[in-house]
């Protein structure tokens, strides 16, 4: 759901140390990033503004705005935010950014697909001796200017 210029919307799941620097690398792009505070921590919360993210309160909120999803979490909660995004209805992107075991990528596939989602298996890394929030890498192409049908081609190829 790209917005009036053409921008698409990214929902990060959940800012902790990694998701918030891996989102605010997206925002110096200039991409609108939203997160939910639910349920979150006072430091979350205060991670995700020094991100400049956008509190949409819900996760369902983050699923109804969001073009694609970046999943950001422990790798024993990965399958629990992909069924819960699933159990929204996504099917946008679902960036699985997690250290997870090619199962589990595998079984998060299959979770986010069923729905008519596109599952995106990533990963994220950081140089710890860095600043959080200044620095992340990640495999999905986070940095490059994407819109959907442009995605869609290039994953088709």
């Not at 990214?10 to 609108?32: D, L």
């Not at 959080?132 to 049908?149: N, Q």
Request: hydrophobic share 35%; net charge neutral.
């Amino acid at each position: 759901m790209p917005d009036d210029y053409g921008q698409i919307s990214i929902g990060v799941v959940h800012p902790g140390s990694m998701g918030a620097a891996v989102a605010a690398s997206i925002v110096s792009t200039g991409r609108r990033v939203v997160w939910t505070g639910e349920d979150r921590s006072e430091a979350t919360h205060r991670r995700a503004e020094e991100a400049g993210l956008e509190d949409v309160h819900w996760l369902n909120a983050v699923v109804n705005q969001s073009d694609v999803i970046i999943s950001v979490c422990p790798p024993h909660a990965a399958l629990e935010v992909a069924q819960d995004v699933r159990n929204l209805g996504f099917q946008g992107i679902f960036v699985d950014a997690n250290a997870i075991s090619p199962d589990t990528a595998r079984e998060g596939k299959s979770i986010i697909e069923s729905v008519g989602g596109e599952y995106v298996d990533g990963a994220s890394s950081a140089d710890r001796r860095r600043s959080p929030g200044r620095r992340a890498s990640t495999s999905a192409a986070t940095r490059r200017p994407v819109s959907r049908s442009s995605s869609r081609a290039a994953r088709s190829r």
